[in-house]
């Protein structure tokens, strides 16, 4: 197993901080799986290590690393997969706003380790300087890669683009100081509403005229409570209650500077966040609905 | 003793007390006929800090103010939370202070500062005195092979890659490069740990002398206070060190009005370090641990005496603690010429190991938490012999039933 590679670009230098930084809020522990040409870092939910992941985010190589050379497992599994703490490396990153060049690269130092080297400019003269930061990860055996691959998700009832993460960040805030759960509800008609309701009020935001990616047809609502609004279809309108919390986290990624959020409900099961960047790289959240 | 520090020097005066409560709990102020000394000393005995203020950091200065027949110099130790309690914001002191009153009467059982601030504001404090001995600590300086002048931020901001939870750093100086790295306590699960290195040129220093490669380990904590305290007054930091072992001394001065020396106690980094690998590997570290130690060595004094007096760091070799728990230090004679050939140095701290051997009233038990830890630690491990141990009683029952 060998990975080694080169990123020198100042800005997906930021942009691999940012996402490792976001990485770092959602989960103590992460795996990063190397492959040719692809990087993923996932993240399985803490307290029951093999369930499916509820992060996945992919960042294409060749965007980012200037160089890039890694030989897997074998010839059959070419993949690396390694696990760490997702903190460890964000905290080792942070210094990657100002630096010039960083190499990453799997080690062994007493243990195996994910070695960087970050060359970081002087602020008083020109000569840089060069710090090293080895972070000891776990190599993950391959009879167990079968707990990271990519979850398969049914197919979701509606998928609608989210307005501005900042805006939805504050209002989620707000939100979750009031209630643990929300109800985030979308329509065909490109309406999304997060809903919470307490002892003392039933608050509800509502936004409006978003872009329906998909829509899956008419949702059957027949075993259900849902209050209707009056002029609505309700066969055009899904929903699903989810943890407050963990969708506040998410919002958070939008330190990561993305072009597009989307998110696709399955009606009252699954609600699945997908941010695109600019460099193409896609991180998923999957957050699954809580069902009385 | 009498004083007056005007304005623009409390803001220094502010600093130096911030920068020395990060190393001890206690303040020693000593009035001599040209300058007054602050010091302090940490509990572990590892760090140590003298701040010389000259007749010229004064608007006025009177040595003799209470005309006393001793020509000794006044001194007294003072509890370092008086002292912050009176420079509580040292950022905005020289807007607010105008002058700066010390009063040090050796009648009187207070130390008296009296803050004359703005709009006619005067605040005065009055510090209990809780002892009036002095304390010094012998270390070399000058006769050093290795002297770094560094501007202020450099090393602070390559301290910045460490983790907060670092509390040693590993100083490889070599005439190439000078390389800063974290110090692992073998204790520690290296699972967990991110090791860091920074190195950096010799050419980002003012100046560079390197007369003997070296490798030293001293505590972080007290070495941040330190640069932050050069940051703070915005002067160049210099180094002067020799090898493992021997107390690092770390000099802030601004050529006329003060100097403040840091002493550090530094120790052996012990091989788990990025370069090789081993786990259980002995490790004499600050001086916390000779409870610790003395315990481990008796059995076998004669084999590891020799070993533990080269890695044992006797920054203060002449402290002897009365009853009272008061500091009580005298400088012996043959001490005072600090600069010994290697042959009395081992003498000296061969007696003084001794004196640790031979003493009923055992140490303050180690406060840092790593160390409780390690001392636990020992007993799990598999090179852990319970013969070694037998017979030595840390502690006594307290109840005899």
């Not at chain 1, 190589?61 to 903190?87: C, N, P, R, W």
């Not at chain 2, 009063?103 to 500062?113: A, H, T």
């Not at chain 2, 110090?183 to 002398?209: G, H, V, W």
């Not at chain 2, 380990?217 to 932050?228: H, I, S």
Request: glycine content about 4%; aromatic content about 8%.
């Amino acid at each position: 197993m060998k990975f080694r590679s080169v990123m020198i670009d100042a800005g997906p230098m930021r942009e691999f901080a940012n996402i490792v930084t976001t990485i770092s809020k959602l989960s103590k522990e992460c795996v990063l799986r190397i492959a040719e040409d692809k990087l993923y870092f996932i993240v399985s939910d803490d307290n029951n290590a093999p369930a499916p992941p509820i992060l996945w985010c992919e960042i294409p190589q060749t965007m980012f690393f200037s160089e890039y050379q890694m030989v897997g497992l074998d010839d059959d599994h070419k993949d690396i997969y390694l696990g760490f703490g997702a903190a460890n490396l964000a905290r080792s990153l942070v210094t990657l706003k100002s630096a010039k060049s960083l190499k990453m690269k799997l080690t062994k130092k007493q243990c195996p380790c994910l070695t960087l080297e970050i060359e970081m400019p002087s602020s008083t003269s020109q000569q840089t300087r060069h710090v090293t930061h080895d972070i000891p990860v776990v190599v993950i055996p391959r009879k167990m890669w079968a707990d990271f691959h990519e979850p398969k998700t049914p197919e979701p009832d509606i998928s609608i683009e989210l307005p501005p993460l900042k805006q939805l960040r504050t209002t989620i805030d707000r939100m979750r100081t009031m209630a643990s759960e929300v109800v985030l509800r979308a329509s065909a008609e490109g309406r999304l509403t997060l809903q919470i309701k307490t002892d003392m009020a039933k608050v509800s935001t509502r936004f409006k005229d978003l872009r329906v990616e998909a829509f899956g047809g008419p949702i059957d609502h027949s075993d259900s409570e849902t209050e209707t609004q009056v002029n609505e279809d309700t066969s055009r309108v899904c929903y699903c209650r989810v943890d407050t919390k963990k969708l506040s986290i998410f919002l958070s990624a939008d330190q990561i500077s993305h072009n597009r959020t989307v998110c696709s409900i399955v009606h009252k099961r699954l609600v699945i966040l997908c941010l695109q960047t600019e460099e193409n790289v896609k991180l998923q959240c999957f957050i699954s609905g809580i069902v009385y | 003793m009498k004083c007056h520090v005007p304005g623009a020097n409390v803001k220094v005066l502010g600093r130096t007390v911030h920068a020395l409560a990060r190393f001890g709990d206690e303040l020693y102020l000593e009035s001599l006929p040209d300058c007054i000394l602050l010091r302090t000393l940490n509990a572990a005995e590892s760090a140590y800090a003298m701040v010389k203020f000259n007749k010229s950091f004064f608007s006025y200065f009177n040595y003799n103010y209470f005309s006393t027949e001793d020509n000794e110099g006044l001194k007294c130790k003072i509890s370092m939370k008086s002292a912050l309690n009176t420079f509580k914001s040292p950022t905005h002191m020289d807007k607010q202070v105008e002058n700066l009153e010390i009063k040090l009467d050796p009648e009187s059982c207070k130390l008296i500062f009296q803050l004359k601030c703005k709009h006619g504001i005067v605040k005065t404090h009055y510090i209990s005195i809780l002892d009036c001995k002095a304390m010094q600590a012998v270390y070399t300086k000058d006769l050093v092979p290795n002297r770094i002048t560094s501007p202020q931020r450099i090393l602070s901001e390559a301290l910045g890659n460490f983790q907060s939870s670092d509390d040693q750093v590993t100083l490889e100086a070599t005439t190439q490069s000078l390389v800063l790295r974290n110090y692992l306590d073998t204790n520690l699960d290296l699972l967990k740990i991110i090791r860091t290195q920074i190195s950096l040129k010799p050419a980002e220093f003012d100046s560079y002398t390197i007369g003997e490669e070296t490798t030293i380990t001293f505590t972080l904590k007290e070495f941040k206070a330190l640069l932050a305290f050069a940051e703070a007054l915005n002067l160049p930091l210099q180094l002067h060190f020799e090898t493992t072992g021997r107390p690092a001394v770390f000099i802030v001065h601004n050529g006329t009005t003060f100097e403040a020396h840091f002493v550090l106690a530094t120790s052996k980094a012990d091989n788990a370090t990025q370069a090789t690998s081993t786990q259980n590997t002995t490790r004499t570290k600050r001086k916390d641990s000779s409870v610790q130690d003395s315990a481990r060595k008796k059995p076998h004094l004669a084999t590891d005496i020799s070993k533990c007096l080269d890695e044992d760091s006797h920054l203060f070799n002449f402290i002897d603690i009365p009853e009272n728990n008061s500091i009580n230090v005298e400088n012996n004679g043959p001490f005072k010429s600090s600069v010994n050939g290697a042959a009395n140095q081992l003498e000296i701290e061969n007696n003084n190991l001794n004196d640790i051997m031979d003493c009923d009233n055992i140490p303050g038990s180690p406060t840092s938490k790593t160390m409780i830890k390690s001392v636990f630690k020992r007993c799990f491990e598999s090179t852990f012999d319970p013969r070694a141990i037998h017979g030595v009683v840390l502690a006594e029952n307290s109840d005899s039933e």
